[in-house]
């Protein structure tokens, strides 16, 4: 009876940091002050990023100046007038006034005007989606700094448990080196151990705080001063359709729609170039008088493209467009092997998850309450449990950097179709 109480014991002891990891999200900021710290989701947490960072504010600022490029692109060309006064003075008379005054207009090309305001459109729309693209890329990375914070913390929560347990293991080690029944170099190799632990929990610790400094930092520092993260490190992760992430790419993803707009516009300063030959006509009308005479006109100027028929401005603008359709079509051939590639980064992910959550970690917290169980009863030396608790260690930490990497592969697939751009 004494014996499989013993057992229980240990067996209790040696599951529950894989609980305490699989129970706990996490981070506060301030752990001195959690207890009034502001709870912040995911969703919050990017929000407020995305609202006071100051190169999307920035990219704001583009969008507008676009838009002002548009309505300068559609205002029209302002009449001209000139005024002419002078004297006139016949022979064998006196000098007479003379007024003259003309007024003309110039008329655009409609070819050449649509090309232009076309042209203006395309650079707004290419603006919002360097706006939309300067979005999707700075939620992915808060989000992936998030959960760099909550693999952190979960490792120094795992990294807390361990110690305890190498603790009540050295001071059980003390008492029966003390007593004489085991040798000294035990008391050693647990003390190193101890040390070993402590070491790997500060560093967890502070690795977490780095990486919560850092979205602050993306923040532009207007974070609550005392907050912590409310996310689930261990929460489930949808699986991903690998044909639906890629119809999504090639439809929402930013840089891809940017480039389509890239397009349209250079092939509109091809149009505008080709139009260019013609650039409009002037209308004129003048009107001059003398002390007795009167003199009115009507005129009409057109440039004629006998000199120069912008050859130079249309090859330019031809090889633009065609540098720009190549762009696009390596950007959206490469869009799709990216998305081919996270996708299996995060299916590779998930089988390691799956394989380490339900296999190898039991199967090492099995052989850990073994070599316990055996070196209580004198069955086993010390080494063989440190040896255990390596193991078991080893494989937690391989299964917290699996599941830290299925969540990033999960925001990379994210990130590639465009589901940031607009909708956080």
């Known amino acids: ?71 300068t692109a559609s205002a029209l060309v302002n009449p001209k007038v000139e005024l002419q006064q002078g004297q006139w003075q016949p022979s064998g008379m006196n000098r007479q006034p003379m007024r003259g005054w003309t007024v003309s207009q110039p008329i655009e090309n409609p070819m050449t005007r649509n090309a232009r305001i076309q042209a203006a459109e395309s650079g707004l729309m290419i603006s919002g989606q360097q706006l939309a693209m300067a979005r999707n890329d700075l939620a992915a990375q808060v989000r992936t700094r998030a959960y760099e914070a909550l693999l952190h913390q979960s490792e120094a929560e795992m990294a807390t448990e361990t110690l305890a347990l190498l603790q009540q293991v050295r001071d059980r080690i003390r008492v029966r080196v003390d007593t004489g029944e085991a040798p000294r170099y ?93 650039p409009g006509l002037e209308l004129r009308y003048s009107e001059n008088q003398e002390p007795d005479v009167r003199q009115s006109a009507w005129g009409v100027v057109m440039q004629l493209p006998l000199l120069d028929q912008r050859k130079g401005p249309i090859a330019e603008a031809q090889a633009e467009v065609g540098r720009i359709q190549a762009r696009l079509d390596g950007r959206r051939t490469d869009l799709q092997l990216q998305v ?85």
């Open 1 to 71: 009876m004494k014996k499989a109480a013993v057992m229980l014991l240990v067996m209790a002891s040696a599951a529950a940091p894989l609980r305490a990891v699989q129970s706990h999200g996490w981070s506060g900021a301030n752990p001195a002050g959690q207890e009034s710290a502001t709870d912040i989701t995911l969703d919050q947490l990017t929000r407020v990023v995305l609202h006071h960072n100051p190169v999307l504010r920035s990219a704001q600022f583009g969008v507008e100046g676009a838009r002002a490029g548009v309505t």
């Open 186 to 278: 035990e008391l050693i190799k647990a003390d190193a151990e101890v040390i070993h632990a402590s070491e790997r929990q500060q560093s967890s610790q502070l690795l977490a705080q780095q990486s919560l400094l850092e979205i602050n930092r993306l923040a532009a520092g207007q974070l609550p001063v005392r907050w912590k993260l409310a996310a689930n490190f261990h929460e489930d992760v949808d699986i991903a359709d690998l044909v639906q992430l890629q119809a999504q790419a090639e439809q929402n993803n930013p840089e891809l729609i940017s480039l389509k707009h890239e397009l349209e516009r250079a092939q509109a300063h091809l149009r505008f170039a080709q139009a260019a030959r013609w």
């Open 340 to 424: 081919v590639l996270a996708w299996r980064s995060f299916d590779m992910a998930r089988l390691r998850v799956e394989a380490l959550g339900q296999g190898v970690v039991r199967e090492a917290e099995a052989a850990l309450r073994v070599a316990q169980a055996a070196y209580r009863f004198g069955e086993r030396g010390i080494l063989d449990v440190l040896d255990a608790q390596r193991v078991l260690r080893g494989v937690r930490s391989d299964w917290l950097q699996a599941r830290y990497q299925l969540h990033a592969a999960r925001i990379a697939l994210d990130h590639l179709a465009g589901r940031y751009a607009h909708t956080i």
